[in-house]
């Protein structure tokens, strides 16, 4: 059980529309889906049904649908009580993340934080985008980073929240620098055998990123291993499996000693931009300082 797919199948419920609920989630078509069907799986019925226009809930969806609602209601409120019980004087800056914003620019910005501001006590969560987002408006956390790209952004009321720009990130396709070589890996060849890629999971945030950008233009390259996290993606990279689109942040060591080298030039890159959310008004004075030095 995940309580995404408790939440996916309220929003269905709502909207009755898997495009509709699906954009609302944050998660493309087929991966909501799928995911609405994990949870009939585990149910061990059927509670949609689908061939009907608008779609419906079956009789066992309409006997679900209140149970669902009522464990989402009593986990959040369960987790915001403990939460705020856990407050203190002491208490802990909530970021929500994603992982690989996290692993390679967060945990060395909060380095840098804590010299400037020494009671900095902080707790990270990394997830999905939509949980990150869930988890900020919900007040779960006080600052939320995550990526914003012109063709993929994050379902979020800006107009609660206060955002910054923090970095301008790219996405470059690379590869091991000795297979690349050896095998002639060059995206602008459309000829020859196609260049293994180690690609995203089309659900997260990266994969829709490249599937609405780089990926459109003539690929020669046959996908052979998809993931959702770009630090295991880097592990086949470094191996010489084949060649992925990566974020400069988490590369930059790899690329400056040139043990990955890119396999295209920049009209196969794309710009990423890392921004932090929150709500200022509701921080209070250690958590103020830090949003103000972000």
Same mark, same amino acid.
């Given at each position: 059980?995940?309580?995404?797919?408790?939440?996916?199948?309220?929003?269905?419920?709502?909207?009755?529309?898997?495009?509709?609920?699906?954009?609302?989630?944050?998660?493309?078509?087929?991966?909501?889906?799928?995911?609405?069907?994990?949870?009939?799986?585990?149910?061990?019925? =059927?509670?949609?049904?689908?061939?009907?226009? $608008? %779609?419906?809930?079956?009789?066992?969806?309409?006997?679900?649908?209140?149970?669902?609602?009522?464990?989402?209601?009593?986990?959040?409120?369960?987790?915001?009580?403990?939460?705020?019980?856990?407050?203190?004087?002491?208490?802990?800056?909530?970021?929500?993340?994603?992982?690989?914003?996290?692993?390679?620019?967060?945990?060395?910005?909060?380095?840098?934080?804590?010299?400037?501001? =020494?009671?900095?006590?902080?707790?990270?969560?990394?997830?999905?985008?939509?949980?990150?987002?869930?988890?900020?408006?919900?007040?779960? #956390?006080?600052?939320?980073?995550?990526?914003?790209?012109?063709?993929?952004? $994050?379902?979020?009321?800006?107009?609660?929240?206060?955002?910054?720009?923090?970095?301008?990130?790219?996405?470059?396709?690379?590869?091991?620098?000795?297979?690349?070589?050896?095998?002639?890996?060059?995206?602008?060849?459309? +000829?020859? =055998?196609?260049?293994?890629?180690?690609?995203?999971?089309?659900?997260?945030?990266?994969?829709?990123?490249?599937?609405?950008?780089?990926?459109?233009?003539?690929?020669?390259?046959?996908?052979?291993? #998809? +993931?959702?996290?770009?630090?295991?993606?880097?592990?086949?990279?470094?191996?010489?499996?084949?060649?992925?689109?990566?974020?400069?942040?988490?590369?930059?060591?790899?690329?400056?000693?040139?043990?990955? %080298? $890119?396999?295209? +030039?920049?009209?196969?890159?794309?710009?990423?931009?890392?921004?932090?959310?929150?709500? =200022? +008004?509701?921080?209070?004075?250690?958590?103020?300082?830090?949003?103000?030095?972000?």
């Amino acid at each position: 059980m995940d309580l995404n797919w408790l939440r996916d199948f309220e929003c269905l419920a709502r909207t009755l529309n898997f495009t509709r609920a699906s954009d609302e989630r944050n998660i493309t078509q087929s991966a909501f889906s799928r995911r609405i069907k994990a949870l009939e799986n585990w149910v061990g019925l =059927p509670l949609v049904n689908r061939a009907t226009y $608008p %779609v419906r809930l079956t009789d066992a969806g309409e006997q679900f649908l209140p149970v669902a609602l009522d464990a989402i209601s009593q986990l959040s409120e369960t987790r915001q009580s403990l939460r705020d019980a856990d407050r203190g004087d002491s208490r802990f800056i909530r970021f929500s993340v994603l992982h690989t914003i996290s692993v390679n620019y967060l945990a060395t910005r909060i380095e840098e934080l804590q010299l400037q501001i =020494p009671e900095l006590r902080t707790r990270v969560v990394s997830d999905s985008l939509s949980t990150c987002c869930e988890l900020l408006v919900e007040g779960a #956390v006080d600052v939320l980073l995550c990526y914003y790209h012109h063709s993929v952004s $994050p379902l979020i009321d800006e107009a609660a929240f206060e955002r910054k720009d923090l970095l301008i990130d790219r996405l470059v396709p690379v590869a091991a620098a000795e297979t690349a070589r050896a095998n002639g890996w060059d995206l602008g060849k459309t +000829d020859g =055998p196609p260049i293994p890629h180690l690609a995203y999971e089309r659900s997260s945030f990266l994969g829709m990123v490249v599937e609405n950008t780089v990926e459109r233009q003539m690929l020669n390259a046959e996908t052979i291993y #998809v +993931d959702g996290l770009v630090e295991t993606i880097k592990r086949r990279l470094l191996k010489g499996s084949g060649f992925a689109w990566m974020p400069e942040t988490a590369i930059s060591t790899e690329l400056a000693d040139g043990v990955l %080298v $890119p396999v295209g +030039d920049d009209t196969w890159c794309t710009s990423l931009t890392i921004s932090a959310l929150s709500n =200022p +008004d509701a921080l209070d004075a250690t958590a103020r300082k830090l949003w103000d030095l972000l």
